[in-house]
């Protein structure tokens, strides 16, 4: 009896610890494609994609045609919410995301941390290929750009 609980307890482990690495896997893809598409990097966020469909949803939507690329002298860092996954019934993963930019504007130098930030709300698709999981679609949306009090 103890042997049969001990393996129910291991294969419950081993469940978990799947689904944990396989959405660990699938976040790691969209924060690296969220991140490239970010700094401007196409080449290197195509990296991460599969299909037309999202090289034209990058190249339609760069980050300096969201904003006015002269209020960013200087990036400070990236943070992201991921604000839901669901799995469709195609078996590809629907990621709700925010990203948070901050960075420094001329003239403001904050050392650490931004004096600004740039928030956007992404829409992501990815699929598990052959070479792992892919980006299948994103759509960027600005939301918002503030200013970052200081204590």
Same mark, same amino acid.
């Given at each position: 009896?103890?042997?049969? =609980?001990?393996?129910?307890?291991?294969?419950?482990?081993?469940?978990?610890?799947?689904?944990?690495?396989?959405?660990?896997?699938?976040?790691?893809?969209?924060?690296?494609?969220?991140?490239?598409?970010?700094? #401007?990097?196409?080449?290197?966020?195509?990296?991460?994609?599969?299909?037309?469909?999202?090289?034209?949803?990058?190249?339609?939507?760069?980050?300096?045609?969201? =904003?006015?690329?002269?209020?960013?002298?200087?990036?400070?860092? =990236?943070?992201?919410?991921?604000?839901?996954?669901?799995?469709?019934?195609?078996?590809?993963?629907?990621?709700?995301?925010?990203?948070?930019?901050?960075?420094?504007?001329?003239?403001?130098?904050?050392?650490?941390? #931004?004096?600004?930030?740039?928030?956007?709300?992404?829409?992501?698709?990815?699929?598990?290929?052959?070479?792992?999981?892919? =980006?299948?679609?994103?759509?960027?949306?600005?939301?918002?750009?503030?200013?970052?009090?200081?204590?």
């Amino acid at each position: 009896m103890k042997k049969l =609980v001990l393996l129910a307890l291991l294969a419950a482990g081993v469940w978990f610890g799947y689904g944990f690495f396989a959405r660990m896997q699938q976040e790691s893809c969209y924060r690296k494609l969220a991140d490239a598409w970010a700094m #401007g990097r196409t080449d290197e966020a195509l990296l991460y994609t599969e299909g037309e469909t999202v090289r034209q949803s990058l190249e339609k939507n760069p980050l300096r045609g969201l =904003v006015d690329a002269r209020m960013i002298e200087a990036w400070r860092g =990236v943070n992201y919410t991921i604000e839901s996954t669901s799995k469709g019934e195609d078996g590809d993963i629907a990621i709700e995301a925010k990203q948070r930019l901050s960075f420094d504007p001329p003239g403001i130098t904050s050392g650490i941390g #931004g004096a600004m930030c740039l928030s956007f709300h992404h829409s992501a698709k990815l699929r598990h290929t052959s070479n792992g999981w892919k =980006v299948v679609a994103f759509t960027p949306t600005f939301i918002d750009f503030q200013r970052i009090p200081r204590r």
